[in-house]
């Protein structure tokens, strides 16, 4: 159980387009989804906490306006990059606090922005 | 310092013992985890272990925690090829459900 299904596992956009990334827990309701960025070799940055029906709270750092966060129902929880730059490349992994089952994480998704 | 240290590479033979390190800051960290990540994808929640538990057992992974000198190891017995990847422990503070990660301990396995 607890499982957290993310989509895309891979994209690639052009730069100045917007590419959500879509994070859906499929046998739990998950209020609070977590949301990481990984550079390559690297560990996980966290970016930003979400909590359904209220506002994200983002690390210092991360730029709200470019990483929008919504999280508008138990199931449900979305990380747009707008206006996406080669910088913005990398891989970005939800996670989601099940209660019983601790933590879960999503498959990630790998970001190429050319 | 960062607040979760982990050496960043482990090589051993399969069938030995691996023992992956991990040393952190916060006294206050309730649950400590080990993740697994292979590549292009995301973490597996291997084990954890409560704060007042000094050792847990779950088949070929042991989990030792010594709390007094905030550090973490984790052993895989009878190392296989398929337990090459990433392995991240991070803990969870008392208050709030944040994770803070290690930077990952990466575990090759050679043949």
């Known amino acids: 159980g607890a499982v957290v299904s993310q989509h895309p596992s891979r994209v690639i956009c052009k730069s100045g387009t917007s590419v959500k990334i879509e994070c859906r827990s499929l046998?739990?309701?998950?209020?609070?989804m977590f949301w990481y960025r990984q550079f390559p070799k690297q560990s996980l940055m966290l970016m930003a906490t979400?909590?359904?029906?209220?506002?994200?709270?983002?690390e210092q750092g991360v730029e709200k306006d470019k990483f929008l966060i919504n999280h508008a129902s138990l199931t449900l929880s979305t990380l747009t990059v707008t206006s996406a730059h080669p910088e913005d490349s990398s891989f970005y992994i939800c996670?989601?606090?099940?209660?019983?089952?601790?933590?879960?994480f999503g498959s990630g998704t790998r970001l190429t922005v050319v | 310092g960062e607040d979760v240290e982990q050496s960043l590479f482990l090589s051993v033979r399969e069938g030995d013992s691996s023992v992956i390190n991990c040393t952190y800051t916060?006294?206050?960290?309730?649950?400590l985890y080990w993740y697994k990540q292979e590549p292009g994808a995301g973490l597996q929640l291997l084990t954890y272990i409560f704060s007042n538990m000094d050792m847990k057992q779950d088949q070929r992974l042991t989990v030792l925690l010594n709390k007094k000198d905030k550090h973490l190891s984790l052993r895989i017995a009878d190392t296989q090829t398929g337990d090459s990847a990433i392995y991240f422990c991070a803990y969870k503070r008392g208050a709030g459900n944040m994770l803070t990660f290690g930077g990952g301990t990466r575990l090759m396995v050679k043949p």
């Open positions: 979400s909590n359904e029906g209220s506002k994200a709270t983002y």
């Open positions: 996670s989601a606090w099940t209660g019983n089952h601790g933590y879960t």
């Open positions: 046998d739990f309701q998950a209020t609070t």
């Open positions: 916060d006294s206050s960290s309730t649950y």
